[in-house]
T-cell receptor, first 113, second 114 residues
């Protein structure tokens, strides 16, 4: 379970709303930017990635936007469901024969029925 | 079928003890990782092996020693455990040729040092 006083940034939404989770990154040399979802008691799970030469990518109910000018990444979740409640992490990857991921601080998404 | 499996899931031990966490992946991936997640949920890379060869060794106390007997296994041994070692340790794997950053994580091993 979660620790008391975790103090993660938290986004609370109602079921059916659209959610936007934001992330600032630091390394302009990153090749890919990735979003992971971590449910309570489980390991992080890949959601979607975007290559550094793109500015938008869509998946099923999710869209990732990349703004390299201000080094900003966002994850949009359409029609948020209670099962989307989790901690979301952005990560940067610099690939040199193997992946080197640097994770950002997480954001907790709470979806109320 | 569990893709990345770690054992044990929970580990409670006294300061000063030595303990090991094991990890196995059945995905045929070339690269395996150990990450540490602290109480604030911050995930930090500790080690990475590619085809049994150490390729990432972050600033981690030398009390932590990874071992990869083959490319499907990456174990983590910790000597002289300290209170600050309490965390959740995640094993992960990725295909060696994929540059996207898609890692496959295990369920984590929660270590509590008393």
């Amino acid at each position: 379970g979660e620790s008391v006083g975790l103090h993660l940034p938290t986004l609370s939404v109602q079921e059916g709303d659209n959610s936007i989770i934001n992330c600032a990154y630091s390394n302009s040399a990153s090749d890919y930017f990735i979003w992971y979802k971590q449910e309570s008691g489980k390991g992080p799970q890949f959601i979607i990635d975007i290559r550094s030469n793109m500015d938008k990518r869509q998946g099923q109910r999710v869209t990732v936007l990349l703004n390299k000018t201000v080094k900003h990444l966002s994850l949009q979740i359409a029609a948020t469901q209670p099962g989307d409640s989790a901690v979301y992490f952005c990560a940067e990857n610099r690939y040199s024969g193997y992946s080197t991921l640097t994770f950002g601080k997480g954001t907790m998404l709470l979806v109320s029925p | 079928d569990t893709a990345v499996s770690q054992t044990p899931k929970y580990l409670v031990t006294q300061m000063g003890n030595d303990k090991s966490i094991k990890c196995e992946q059945n995905l045929g991936h070339d690269t395996m990782y150990w990450y540490k997640q602290d109480s604030k949920k911050f995930l930090k890379i500790m080690f990475s092996y590619n085809n049994k060869e150490l390729i990432i060794n972050e600033t981690v106390p030398n009390r932590f020693s990874p071992k990869s007997p083959d490319k499907a296994h990456l174990n983590l041994h910790i000597n002289s455990l300290e209170l600050g070692d309490s965390a959740v340790y995640f094993c992960a794997s990725s295909p060696g040729t994929a540059g996207t950053g898609e890692l496959f994580f295990g369920e984590g091993s929660r270590l509590t040092v008393l």
